[in-house]
């Protein structure tokens, strides 16, 4: 059963506009939410987090917006630039951690995203 | 700097060894993690733990194995009995909800 599902493998944006990924999730205990960057061969790098009681977090061009109503998560890259082509996972834990332990994660497989000329 | 460093960067198995994985943290955290990373399938827990001589089991721990004797290292066993163990493994640590994880580089485990 996934519970952090992002539904795009792939997403193409040109350079200079807006990219936007989404992640829907289906567990209500989870509440705190974290998007990760990855290049190949390395290990993923933190990006953005929200917590549930908040709609909208900001870091420069990143923006991660939160509507638990519908369960969905999604980061905003403004404006795209070339080294933002990589995978992007969106990530999500439970206060206590449940299964995963404190603090423990569950992710998404990823959306890999390609920033073109 | 403080990171978490994973060695070897590559490694090969040969059917029916059981090979390990290291994994050293000089961060300070408390909890470690090991993930694994197949193509489309994102990054799957296998081991946790959030204290010394402590561990439990994630999603796919079956042929695998982990021992925590020292806050800094969390080492990762992968046995003779994991049927497809070629892959990208990743180890994490966590200082807090607030702070997401901080990964190793990982190692790319391929069996020969």
């Known amino acids: 059963d996934q519970q952090v599902k992002q539904n795009s493998p792939s997403l193409s944006v040109q350079e200079g506009r807006i990219s936007i990924l989404n992640c829907d999730y289906t567990?209500?205990?989870?509440?705190?939410f974290l998007w990760y960057k990855k290049y190949p061969a390395e290990g993923p790098t933190f990006l953005i987090s929200?917590?549930?009681?908040?709609d909208k977090n900001e870091d420069g061009r990143f923006t991660v917006f939160l509507n638990k109503s519908a369960k969905h998560l999604s980061l905003h890259i403004v404006p795209s630039q070339p080294g933002d082509s990589a995978v992007y996972f969106c990530?999500?834990?439970?206060?206590?951690?449940?299964?995963?332990?404190?603090?423990?994660?569950?992710f998404g497989k990823g959306t890999h995203l390609i920033i073109q000329p | 700097d403080g990171g978490i460093t994973q060695s070897p960067k590559y490694l090969f198995r040969k059917e029916g060894q059981n090979v390990t994985l290291s994994c050293e943290q000089n961060?300070?955290?408390?909890?470690m993690y090991w993930y694994r990373q197949d193509p489309g399938q994102g990054l799957r827990l296998i081991y946790y733990?959030?204290?010394?001589?402590?561990?439990q089991k994630g999603d796919i721990a079956e042929g695998y194995s982990v021992s925590r004797e020292k806050k800094e290292s969390f080492p990762l066993t992968v046995t003779s009995a994991q049927k497809n163990p070629t892959a990208f493994y990743l180890c994490?640590?966590?200082?807090?909800?607030?702070?997401?994880?901080?990964f190793g580089s990982g190692t790319r485990l391929t069996v020969v």
């Open positions: 994490a640590s966590i200082q807090g909800r607030g702070y997401g994880y901080t």
């Open positions: 990530a999500a834990s439970v206060h206590g951690g449940g299964k995963r332990g404190a603090d423990g994660l569950t």
């Open positions: 929200i917590s549930s009681i908040k």
């Open positions: 567990n209500s205990m989870f509440d705190y």
């Open positions: 961060l300070n955290h408390d909890a």
């Open positions: 733990s959030q204290i010394v001589n402590d561990f």
